[in-house]
């Protein structure tokens, strides 16, 4: 079943939109060109870039108006960052800035999450490997 998606404004700059999947969206617009021409500008997904640390970022449209796409998400859904807290990825993928897999939590539980999820992908790594290795003679 797919999932309803909800759109919400973005506070910081006006013209965009961010959703509850992550992803964030420019509207309808007319801009008056350099020529005194009005223009229309059709909404468009923008494409989410690797940021610093691995985190989506998109880019607002001004030069330096780079933002983390989970920071976007929690401010239109849960509002402004309690004062001593962070937004943690559930999941620890930090590329994933659904609604749902993002969570306000201390520095300390952030902390937690990243050893946590550091263990569960070694884990992983080597379970994957493991199993496509070959394997010396005579060992069974």
């Known amino acids: 079943m ?5 759109w919400k404004r973005v506070s910081l700059r006006k013209g965009y939109q961010v959703s509850n999947l992550g992803r964030v969206r420019s509207i309808d617009r007319r801009i008056l060109n350099s020529l005194g021409v009005h ?3 059709h909404s468009k997904i923008l494409k ?3 940021g ?3 985190y989506a970022t998109v880019n607002l449209g001004k030069k330096y108006m780079t933002r983390y796409v989970h920071h976007l998400v929690m401010k239109a859904f849960r509002g402004k960052t309690p004062k001593g807290k962070e937004i943690l990825h559930i999941d620890g993928n930090k590329k994933n800035s659904r609604l749902d897999n993002l969570k306000f939590g201390t520095r300390w539980e952030n902390m937690q999450d ?3 999820h550091r263990y569960e992908q070694a884990w992983y790594d080597h379970a994957k490997n493991s199993n496509t ?3 010396p003679r005579g060992v069974v």
């Open 52 to 54: 610093p640390n691995g």
């Open 48 to 50: 989410h870039q690797k």
């Open 39 to 41: 223009c229309l500008y």
């Open 133 to 135: 290795q070959a394997r």
């Open 114 to 116: 990243v050893v946590r």
């Open 2 to 6: 797919a999932e309803h998606e909800i």
